[in-house]
């Protein structure tokens, strides 16, 4: 990035209020943010009485070991007790927590008082193969209820989970095992995929040959598969169905581990971030009871992602289940076995909250209108949205056509080392922006600086950093605590600040918009132009559904735009689409940001959890072989395009 901080450049004016009835019904209004801002850490105190304590803590943080935090110091807690017992003891054992939906059309609903008997099960079973406090326990498994089971098992016992993605690679999952140096492997005969089954048993038994640290497998039986059995294999069926449903939770330090969690990270060796138990879950509890604005004798809520990710850690088991949530848990893809199947799910299970990614609601977009409209989506009272910026126009579309143009749309930022959600509107209090996440919320301090970490004033851009300590955040990267500091804390050092990796903006009113990661920032004749605005642009052409924006070298102007763009469906390529589009960005931004070459394709390069992968389509823009595919969703896609574009330096 050079001196110039980022260009501001797509307006936006269209504001969306709460309902009145939303507004006046909220968990959070707007008095929490002076409340926080008057005394943070007392704000966090209050948070943290959400949770049930074995022992008070006597200090709320401890910022001395500077940057790992400690939170809610000598406080004492167990996680799954939190998650689970309470709710039981409160009388509401009959509550559904979970209702799983299998892709094959089987349900299975669990209530509280089930998931209570089943992870004190799970526990039991874990310490019967030899799980202690501290150990740590990879899982490798498909989106189902004994997942969350088995997250909650080595809450229970002060054990600390590793969750490996399903789809990984044998390698990917023996190189987590053996950096975290984990005992004990979950996972599953195999899951149910797009019509067919997975064999994940042979991935698990590949990885953990020679995994010299893992003394059991634990596998649960899913599709009944025929699967290779060894001297280290236990069925989940004959072990936890044997055990006890007694189990007394044990109080552990408010800083014991909870899990390691390894960062797709796009380059280098992927980073298990740590991250413990009270100030972790203080904020997870405490950001999903305020975005989400959980009623849980009412809502019945729905994230979409996979609990291989943090959204699928922080949302859809420790978040929602201490707040005593109803959710949904779907194992398949969203067009199996077609393409409303989502909306199916929301109509059959009268979905309230839902969370999901732009690239799945891009993706919506794209396969039409019509769709969605077939389903009764009456329910949806709020809609969420995480992991990438989200086009302006994406969010109109998810507003309309998913919330009926009722709901409140929340867009969340966060990432796997804020360990919960940090930027977004409160749902019955901010008049939200399409595109923006809006402000930190109550209790999370943030704002966007320059090269040298000064302050940008309101309307200028540049990169986002975390000025104050949050309860959620990590506690480091297993193994390596320089990597800790070098990769956050050193680009800022003298102010203090954590360094996202992220470009913003902060608007006239001082409301915060994600720009993508640094590293994708363009600098085209000297102006620093985020691929986020000029692909938001494209996306506000009716007939795009999805773009993609690198800067290519260039001789005269440093780095040229390239675009790669997916028409919406029955979208004809007309010959004179690529002058209209290059004309609409344009208008839509200026002549700076006009892309020089613009490429329409059929797929882009995604990451498993959904994200473009830029880098490889840079590669493809400056005509040179293509990087590392390994973490790719889908390899054949990047054949596809290159094929398109033979020659992609010839204008
Ligand atoms: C990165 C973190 C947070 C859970 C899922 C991803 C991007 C995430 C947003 C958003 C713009 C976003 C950022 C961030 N990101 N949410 N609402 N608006 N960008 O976790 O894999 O650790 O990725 O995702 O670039 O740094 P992750």
Not at 558 to 583: C, H, N, P, S, W
Request: proline fraction near 5%.
């Amino acid at each position: 990035m050079s001196n110039e901080a980022l260009s501001n450049l797509l307006r936006e004016d269209r504001r969306f209020a709460p309902p009145a009835d939303f507004a006046a019904a909220a968990n959070v209004k707007a008095d929490a943010y002076a409340t926080a801002e008057a005394d943070r850490l007392a704000f966090w105190e209050t948070q943290a009485q959400r949770l049930s304590w074995g022992a008070p803590w006597s200090e709320v943080l401890d910022w001395s070991g500077k940057p790992v935090a400690k939170w809610f110091v000598g406080g004492k807690l167990n996680v799954a007790y939190n998650c689970v017992d309470r709710h039981v003891e409160a009388g509401n054992g009959d509550r559904v927590a979970i209702h799983f939906e299998g892709e094959p059309g089987d349900s299975r609903a669990i209530t509280y008082a089930e998931l209570k008997d089943e992870v004190s099960k799970a526990a039991n079973a874990l310490t019967e193969l030899g799980v202690r406090q501290g150990d740590r326990v990879a899982i490798y498994m498909p989106m189902i209820p004994e997942t969350a089971v088995a997250m909650l098992a080595c809450a229970r016992i002060g054990a600390v989970h590793s969750v490996v993605f399903a789809a990984f690679s044998p390698d990917a999952l023996r190189a987590r095992i053996e950096d975290a140096g984990a005992k004990l492997l979950i996972t599953a005969d195999g899951y149910h995929r797009r019509g067919g089954t997975v064999n994940l048993k042979a991935n698990a038994d590949e990885a953990a040959e020679g995994a010299e640290t893992i003394e059991h497998v634990l596998v649960v039986k899913r599709t009944g598969a025929d699967v290779a059995w060894g001297a280290k294999d236990v069925w989940w069926h004959d072990a936890v169905g044997a055990a006890s449903t007694e189990h007394t939770p044990e109080a552990f330090d408010s800083e014991n581990p909870l899990f390691i969690l390894y960062t797709s990270g796009t380059t280098g060796k992927p980073k298990g971030i740590l991250h413990t138990t009270g100030g972790y879950l203080t904020q997870a509890s405490y950001t999903h009871h305020a975005v989400f604005d959980l009623k849980p004798e009412t809502d019945v809520y729905w994230c979409t992602a996979d609990v291989g990710w943090v959204t699928g850690h922080s949302y859809i088991v420790y978040g929602p289940l201490s707040n005593g949530a109803t959710e949904v848990m779907y194992e398949g893809t969203p067009d199996t076995p077609h393409q409303g199947r989502f909306w199916e799910i929301v109509q059959k299970y009268k979905v309230t909250l839902l969370y999901t990614a732009p690239t799945a609601i891009r993706m919506f977009a794209k396969w039409g209108d019509d769709i969605p409209a077939k389903f009764d989506l009456s329910s949806l009272r709020l809609l969420g949205s995480v992991g990438e910026p989200i086009n302006p126009e994406a969010w109109i579309w998810y507003r309309e056509n998913i919330g009926g143009g009722r709901t409140p749309v929340v867009d969340t930022w966060w990432q796997t080392e804020t360990g919960a959600i940090m930027i977004s509107p409160l749902p019955g209090v901010t008049e939200a922006k399409p595109g923006s996440a809006m402000r930190p919320l109550p209790g999370i301090s943030a704002n966007v600086v320059d090269k040298e970490g000064t302050i940008v004033e309101n309307g200028h851009g540049g990169l986002l950093v975390l000025d104050q300590p949050w309860p959620s955040m990590a506690r480091g990267i297993w193994g390596d605590q320089q990597r800790f500091v070098d990769t956050y804390w050193a680009r800022f050092a003298e102010q203090g600040y954590y360094f996202a990796g992220d470009g913003a903006k902060k608007d006239e009113d001082g409301d915060l918009w994600l720009l993508g990661r640094v590293d994708d920032i363009m600098l085209v004749s000297g102006h620093n132009i985020s691929t986020t605005e000029v692909e938001s642009a494209l996306v506000s052409y009716p007939a795009v559904a999805e773009a993609a924006v690198v800067g290519a070298k260039d001789e005269t102007t440093g780095q040229r735009i390239v675009a790669f763009v997916i028409l919406r469906a029955g979208q004809e390529e007309t010959e004179d689409l690529d002058a209209v589009l290059k004309a609409h960005v344009s208008k839509e931004i200026g002549p700076i940001a006009k892309p020089k070459q613009i490429q329409i394709v059929a797929e882009l390069p995604k990451t498993r959890s959904g994200k473009i992968m830029r880098r490889l389509l840079k590669d493809v823009a400056e005509d040179r072989a293509v990087g590392d595919t390994t973490t790719l969703a889908d390899s054949t896609v990047m054949d596809l395009i290159k094929a398109k574009l033979p020659h992609a330096n010839e204008d």
